[in-house]
């Protein structure tokens, strides 16, 4: 989501004045006042994301099948035993590699996209660029189930337009392996790129004209002007924007589970997030479900720890 | 200010019949999704589709809403959307003015634990917060949809209003006390009216995440259906022998206007919103 972009610190080169800036030494300890106003929030989070966390771990280490969910027997301590099963299970690593270059791809060609109709909308004049803003706009707003479904409609061997102006006959699909991953990919670009194009079309507002008609008096040709002054200065948005896509695009869930019907014919469509639910809830193998949730926070914490370290060298002050 | 001035004419036309172009792209599945909502049964299964109809009919909307419990499914996805964005918007603002605008120990701390845990993969929690929702008998009620997604829309709420809160000058803040204001006063009256266009931008995403969720749906709400949501009745027209893509679409569709209407309400709060919070 947006919320990394407040995190983008000034662009080198935009002047930020200083009473922009509260002088720390301003701002008062206010005693308890603080932790008052963030009560309900640290309450919330603690009850429903840290403790459930805790719990995943917890029950990744334990065996917890159908027998101890109704209470039937009491959960035994399996050490690394789920962990030692999953790996050892050869469609997991299948499906890691699968869910790493599918968000790969997916992440890449989100930017490809979303970066260059940020460039088109500073090139165009107000009306065609308030048509593809609401365009964009109406894709982002578009709920995941419903995108999905649409696609799949669009793309239906039977009844869609797609395959009748690619002349492609019957052709599905969702019945190959690519084929289907490449028709998820197209929905998840389709709704993720706006969010792109706006952020880094907002950042590209904010870089001072003087800047670009400096570089245009020295000749400085449009790729130049791009390379050697737009990207340094967009560089902290792109970042954020890079990181959020990774992140979402690792998550998905909901087109993959419909638009392939719960990860494709015999599981060749899975990523982690459904594998993790398919193990969980349609097999029971509560543990199994939670160690593969483990190994995706693990690498997502991953991708966060970068993340910091970037805004770190960038300077943001947290 | 853009590099507009710097474009040559011919490339800017070329540029804008390509960024029309685009446009009827994006916005085609949304009008194929609508158009075939209205087509008659006929005319969305027919191997030769056509991009107009020349019968619209309401038999795809009236099955939607004859379907058991419909409009109740769309009252309860309004309903903990509603909750969600209002809730999340509140407390998200109290935080946000504590970790801007205090010193104190932790804060540090606090706010790299909310950036953590906005990469929190929801999705993986699904097997903890089953066991919780069900210790605390919230299985089969909204409330095991509505206080997941509080809690995952929070950091990010947070993240993103701490921008519109530390814009807010802090000279503002001591003429306020000078004039006597309590703190509670110039919270609410003077801070909050002020980060409001923030809170819409913010709103936006505890909105959608909240509305699209279909995973807690499908795995909380197992037994007492009437508690369900929107995407749980679109399911029903999957069926396994024969899609019923008249509904599909006309379910699609009356689930869609709302954020879409939404969206257009707040467009310019949004992009104005993410463009203010970037330049911080």
């Known amino acids: ?318 | 200010m853009s590099p507009r001035g710097l474009v040559r004419r011919p490339w800017r036309l070329a540029a804008e019949t390509s960024a029309l172009l685009i446009a009827v792209v994006v916005a085609f599945p949304l009008y194929w999704m609508v158009l075939s909502a209205f087509k008659p049964a006929g005319e969305v299964e027919s191997d030769r589709p056509r991009p107009w109809t020349l019968a619209p009919s309401l038999d795809s909307f009236r099955r939607v809403f004859q379907q058991q419990e419909f409009g109740r499914y769309f009252l309860n996805s309004t309903f903990v959307a509603l909750v969600v964005v209002v809730v999340s918007a509140l407390v998200a603002f109290l935080a946000a003015t504590a970790v801007t605008r205090f010193r104190f120990r932790f804060r540090t701390t606090l706010l790299i634990m909310f950036l953590v845990a906005q990469m929190v993969p929801v999705e993986a929690l699904t097997i903890p917060l089953f066991f919780l929702m069900r210790d605390f008998g919230q299985l089969n009620t909204l409330g095991s949809l509505i206080l997941p997604h509080l809690a995952f829309s929070l950091p990010f709420a947070i993240w993103m209003l701490r921008g519109f809160v530390k814009a807010v000058p802090e000279a503002l803040e001591e003429a306020a006390y000078l004039d006597g204001a309590s703190r509670a006063r110039f919270l609410w009256q003077i801070l909050f009216p002020l980060v409001f266009p923030g809170l819409v931008a913010t709103s936006v995403f505890s909105f959608i995440s909240t509305w699209n969720d279909f995973l807690f749906a499908k795995s909380f709400i197992i037994s007492d259906t009437s508690q369900s949501t929107l995407p749980m009745a679109l399911l029903v027209f999957f069926k396994p022998d024969e899609n019923d893509w008249g509904g599909i679409m006309a379910a699609s569709t009356v689930m869609t206007i709302p954020v879409l209407v939404f969206f257009v309400l707040v467009q310019r709060r949004l992009v104005s919103g993410l463009g203010g919070a970037l330049k911080d």
């Open chain 1, 1 to 318: 989501m947006a919320q990394d972009v407040t995190l983008g610190p000034p662009a080198p080169g935009t002047t930020t004045p200083a009473s922009t800036r509260p002088p720390r030494a301003h701002r008062r300890r206010g005693g308890l006042t603080p932790w008052l106003y963030l009560a309900p929030a640290l309450v919330i989070l603690a009850g429903l994301l840290v403790y459930p966390v805790y719990q995943l771990g917890l029950i990744s280490f334990l065996e917890y099948t159908q027998a101890q969910v109704s209470g039937g027997e009491p959960a035994t301590f399996q050490g690394l035993g789920n962990y030692t099963a999953l790996f050892a299970d050869e469609q997991f690593w299948q499906v890691l590699l699968a869910t790493v270059l599918f968000a790969g791809a997916c992440v890449v060609c989100t930017l490809a996209v979303g970066c260059s109709l940020a460039v088109l909308l500073t090139r165009v004049r107000a009306l065609p660029r308030l048509v593809l803003m609401l365009a964009g706009l109406g894709a982002w707003a578009t709920p995941a189930i419903t995108g999905s479904t649409v696609w799949m409609f669009l793309f239906d061997p039977d009844f869609g337009p797609v395959n009748r102006v690619l002349g492609l006959g019957d052709f599905s699909w969702t019945y190959g392996r690519y084929s289907a991953f490449a028709l998820v990919l197209l929905e998840v670009v389709w709704c993720s790129f706006p969010f792109v194009m706006v952020t880094v079309y907002a950042g590209i507002r904010a870089v001072p004209g003087e800047v670009l008609e400096a570089a245009a008096l020295d000749g400085a040709s449009q790729w130049r002007t791009w390379r050697s002054v737009l990207a340094p200065m967009l560089r902290p948005i792109l970042v954020v924007v890079t990181i959020q896509s990774v992140i979402w695009d690792f998550k998905v869930f909901t087109q993959i589970y419909v638009m392939t019907g719960g990860g494709g014919i015999a599981g060749q469509n899975l990523v982690l997030n459904v594998y993790a639910y398919q193990k969980a809830f349609a097999s029971s193998q509560y543990s199994l479900g939670s160690a593969i949730g483990v190994v995706m926070l693990l690498i997502l914490l991953t991708v966060t720890l970068v993340h910091l370290r970037l805004l770190r060298r960038e300077g943001e002050e947290l």
